[in-house]
Protein backbone atom coordinates (compact mmCIF):
# COMPACT_ATOMS: atom_id res chain seq x y z
CA UNK A 1 0.00 0.00 0.00
CA UNK A 2 1.56 3.35 -1.00
CA UNK A 3 -0.19 5.52 2.07
CA UNK A 4 1.25 8.59 2.59
CA UNK A 5 4.58 8.30 4.10
CA UNK A 6 6.51 11.08 6.10
CA UNK A 7 10.14 11.32 7.47
CA UNK A 8 11.30 11.34 10.17
CA UNK A 9 8.41 10.24 12.68
CA UNK A 10 10.00 12.25 15.29
CA UNK A 11 12.89 15.30 15.87
CA UNK A 12 14.33 16.53 18.56
CA UNK A 13 16.19 19.71 18.50
CA UNK A 14 17.57 22.83 20.06
CA UNK A 15 16.58 25.90 19.72
CA UNK A 16 17.59 28.40 17.18
CA UNK A 17 18.25 25.00 14.74
CA UNK A 18 16.70 24.20 11.50
CA UNK A 19 14.86 21.21 10.75
CA UNK A 20 13.12 19.87 7.71
CA UNK A 21 10.30 17.29 7.07
CA UNK A 22 9.86 15.08 4.33
CA UNK A 23 6.37 13.89 3.41
CA UNK A 24 5.36 11.77 0.06
CA UNK A 25 1.70 11.55 -0.94
CA UNK A 26 -0.41 8.75 -2.40
CA UNK A 27 1.03 8.61 -5.79
CA UNK A 28 -1.73 9.75 -7.92
CA UNK A 29 -2.91 12.41 -5.59
CA UNK A 30 -2.20 16.38 -6.85
CA UNK A 31 -2.96 18.14 -3.74
CA UNK A 32 -0.74 18.07 -0.56
CA UNK A 33 -1.86 19.66 2.65
CA UNK A 34 0.64 20.27 5.68
CA UNK A 35 -1.29 21.08 9.75
CA UNK A 36 0.28 21.50 12.48
CA UNK A 37 -1.45 19.55 15.79
CA UNK A 38 -0.72 20.51 18.98
CA UNK A 39 -1.15 19.09 22.49
CA UNK A 40 -4.78 18.17 23.63
CA UNK A 41 -5.92 20.46 19.77
CA UNK A 42 -6.87 19.41 16.35
CA UNK A 43 -4.53 19.77 13.89
CA UNK A 44 -4.26 23.48 12.29
CA UNK A 45 -3.84 24.06 8.13
CA UNK A 46 -1.12 25.42 7.22
CA UNK A 47 -0.36 25.46 3.40
CA UNK A 48 -1.48 23.43 0.33
CA UNK A 49 -0.05 22.56 -2.80
CA UNK A 50 -2.03 21.34 -6.49
CA UNK A 51 0.81 19.52 -8.04
CA UNK A 52 3.73 21.66 -7.35
CA UNK A 53 1.95 25.44 -6.78
CA UNK A 54 1.89 26.41 -3.15
CA UNK A 55 -1.95 27.96 -3.58
CA UNK A 56 -2.37 28.92 0.05
CA UNK A 57 -0.40 29.84 3.21
CA UNK A 58 -1.68 30.41 6.61
CA UNK A 59 -1.16 33.06 8.95
CA UNK A 60 0.15 30.62 11.25
CA UNK A 61 3.08 30.28 8.75
CA UNK A 62 5.71 32.79 9.79
CA UNK A 63 8.55 33.66 7.42
CA UNK A 64 10.02 30.66 9.85
CA UNK A 65 8.40 28.16 8.12
CA UNK A 66 9.11 27.14 3.87
CA UNK A 67 7.09 24.35 2.23
CA UNK A 68 8.07 23.31 -0.94
CA UNK A 69 6.64 20.90 -3.81
CA UNK A 70 9.61 21.03 -6.55
CA UNK A 71 8.13 18.34 -8.82
CA UNK A 72 4.67 17.69 -7.56
CA UNK A 73 5.46 14.66 -6.11
CA UNK A 74 7.04 14.77 -2.15
CA UNK A 75 7.01 18.09 -0.56
CA UNK A 76 9.63 19.38 2.15
CA UNK A 77 8.70 21.57 5.12
CA UNK A 78 11.71 23.77 6.88
CA UNK A 79 11.45 25.62 9.93
CA UNK A 80 14.50 28.06 10.66
CA UNK A 81 15.54 28.94 14.09
CA UNK A 82 13.28 26.86 15.85
CA UNK A 83 11.26 27.93 18.72
CA UNK A 84 10.16 26.36 21.68
CA UNK A 85 6.22 27.06 20.25
CA UNK A 86 7.32 25.14 17.30
CA UNK A 87 7.13 21.88 19.16
CA UNK A 88 3.82 20.30 18.02
CA UNK A 89 3.15 17.42 15.48
CA UNK A 90 3.74 18.41 11.79
CA UNK A 91 0.90 16.07 9.53
CA UNK A 92 0.74 15.94 5.79
CA UNK A 93 -2.45 15.00 3.81
CA UNK A 94 -3.07 14.62 0.28
CA UNK A 95 -6.24 14.45 -1.90
CA UNK A 96 -6.69 13.61 -5.73
CA UNK A 97 -9.02 17.01 -5.59
CA UNK A 98 -10.09 19.96 -3.60
CA UNK A 99 -13.12 18.40 -2.41
CA UNK A 100 -12.13 14.79 -2.21
CA UNK A 101 -10.96 13.19 1.19
CA UNK A 102 -7.81 13.99 2.39
CA UNK A 103 -5.12 10.99 3.44
CA UNK A 104 -3.00 11.69 6.60
CA UNK A 105 0.40 10.29 7.30
CA UNK A 106 1.23 9.82 10.49
CA UNK A 107 2.98 12.90 11.17
CA UNK A 108 6.77 14.13 12.21
CA UNK A 109 6.55 15.05 15.75
CA UNK A 110 8.78 17.91 16.48
CA UNK A 111 10.24 18.37 20.30
CA UNK A 112 12.30 21.39 20.80
CA UNK A 113 14.72 21.59 23.97
CA UNK B 1 -14.62 32.52 11.63
CA UNK B 2 -15.52 28.83 10.47
CA UNK B 3 -15.89 26.96 13.68
CA UNK B 4 -16.19 23.05 14.61
CA UNK B 5 -16.88 22.33 17.93
CA UNK B 6 -16.56 18.89 20.19
CA UNK B 7 -17.37 17.39 23.81
CA UNK B 8 -14.17 16.80 25.00
CA UNK B 9 -14.87 12.86 26.82
CA UNK B 10 -17.10 10.13 26.31
CA UNK B 11 -17.03 6.69 28.09
CA UNK B 12 -18.88 3.95 27.60
CA UNK B 13 -19.22 -0.03 28.07
CA UNK B 14 -17.85 -2.20 25.59
CA UNK B 15 -20.63 -3.79 23.53
CA UNK B 16 -23.00 -0.77 24.12
CA UNK B 17 -23.13 2.11 21.32
CA UNK B 18 -21.37 5.22 21.25
CA UNK B 19 -22.61 8.84 19.95
CA UNK B 20 -20.34 11.41 19.28
CA UNK B 21 -21.86 15.03 18.54
CA UNK B 22 -20.28 17.17 16.53
CA UNK B 23 -21.67 21.54 15.51
CA UNK B 24 -20.23 23.13 12.64
CA UNK B 25 -20.54 27.11 11.18
CA UNK B 26 -19.76 26.83 7.58
CA UNK B 27 -23.50 25.78 5.99
CA UNK B 28 -21.23 26.12 2.67
CA UNK B 29 -19.46 22.79 3.01
CA UNK B 30 -20.24 20.22 0.86
CA UNK B 31 -18.30 17.40 2.67
CA UNK B 32 -18.16 16.60 6.60
CA UNK B 33 -15.64 13.97 7.65
CA UNK B 34 -15.37 11.72 10.98
CA UNK B 35 -11.25 11.09 11.17
CA UNK B 36 -10.08 8.72 14.48
CA UNK B 37 -6.63 9.07 16.18
CA UNK B 38 -4.44 6.69 18.42
CA UNK B 39 -2.10 7.62 20.39
CA UNK B 40 1.05 8.83 18.52
CA UNK B 41 -0.34 8.43 15.15
CA UNK B 42 -1.47 10.49 12.21
CA UNK B 43 -5.12 10.59 11.55
CA UNK B 44 -7.08 7.81 10.18
CA UNK B 45 -9.87 8.48 7.75
CA UNK B 46 -13.60 6.84 9.45
CA UNK B 47 -15.98 7.66 7.12
CA UNK B 48 -17.74 11.17 5.18
CA UNK B 49 -21.10 12.82 4.39
CA UNK B 50 -21.72 14.64 1.48
CA UNK B 51 -23.91 17.80 2.49
CA UNK B 52 -27.08 16.76 0.53
CA UNK B 53 -26.94 13.19 2.35
CA UNK B 54 -28.97 12.97 5.97
CA UNK B 55 -27.64 9.47 6.74
CA UNK B 56 -24.89 7.55 6.08
CA UNK B 57 -24.03 3.55 7.26
CA UNK B 58 -20.74 2.03 6.93
CA UNK B 59 -20.43 -1.70 8.70
CA UNK B 60 -20.56 -0.31 12.47
CA UNK B 61 -20.09 4.11 11.73
CA UNK B 62 -23.79 5.36 11.25
CA UNK B 63 -23.49 8.93 10.51
CA UNK B 64 -26.30 11.59 10.77
CA UNK B 65 -26.85 15.32 9.40
CA UNK B 66 -28.95 17.98 10.29
CA UNK B 67 -28.19 20.36 8.52
CA UNK B 68 -30.74 23.07 9.32
CA UNK B 69 -28.97 22.93 12.88
CA UNK B 70 -25.13 21.91 11.68
CA UNK B 71 -25.23 19.26 13.84
CA UNK B 72 -23.00 15.81 12.41
CA UNK B 73 -23.05 12.85 15.16
CA UNK B 74 -20.79 9.69 14.81
CA UNK B 75 -22.54 6.11 16.03
CA UNK B 76 -20.26 3.42 16.78
CA UNK B 77 -22.58 -0.13 16.91
CA UNK B 78 -21.05 -2.58 19.64
CA UNK B 79 -17.99 -0.23 20.68
CA UNK B 80 -14.87 -2.28 21.15
CA UNK B 81 -11.71 -2.08 23.30
CA UNK B 82 -9.72 -1.35 19.98
CA UNK B 83 -12.27 1.75 19.23
CA UNK B 84 -10.73 3.76 22.05
CA UNK B 85 -9.17 6.75 20.50
CA UNK B 86 -9.57 10.54 20.02
CA UNK B 87 -12.28 11.28 17.02
CA UNK B 88 -11.96 14.64 15.42
CA UNK B 89 -14.68 16.09 13.43
CA UNK B 90 -14.02 18.10 10.07
CA UNK B 91 -15.79 20.72 7.87
CA UNK B 92 -14.19 21.48 4.03
CA UNK B 93 -13.64 24.53 4.22
CA UNK B 94 -11.97 26.48 0.39
CA UNK B 95 -10.10 22.86 0.25
CA UNK B 96 -9.10 23.20 3.75
CA UNK B 97 -9.95 21.12 7.11
CA UNK B 98 -11.30 22.68 9.70
CA UNK B 99 -11.12 20.16 12.89
CA UNK B 100 -12.63 20.51 15.88
CA UNK B 101 -10.68 19.47 18.92
CA UNK B 102 -11.51 16.34 19.20
CA UNK B 103 -13.59 14.09 21.61
CA UNK B 104 -11.55 11.17 23.38
CA UNK B 105 -13.56 8.15 23.60
CA UNK B 106 -12.77 5.71 26.24
CA UNK B 107 -14.57 1.64 26.08
CA UNK B 108 -14.27 0.12 29.68
CA UNK B 109 -14.98 -3.60 30.05
Known amino acids: DTGVSQNPRHKITKRGQNVTFRCDPI?????LYWYRQTLGQGPEFLTYFQNEAQLEKSRLLSDRFSAERPKGSFSTLEIQRTEQGDSAMYLC???????????FGDGTRLSIL | GEDVEQSLFLSVREGDSSVINCTYT??????LYWYKQEPGAGLQLLTY?????DMKQDQRLTVLLNKKDKHLSLRIADTQTGDSAIYFCAEIYTDKLIFGTGTRLQVFP
Open chain 2, 49 to 53: IFSNM
Open chain 2, 26 to 31: DSSSTY
Open chain 1, 93 to 103: ASSSQGDQPQH
Open chain 1, 27 to 31: SEHNR
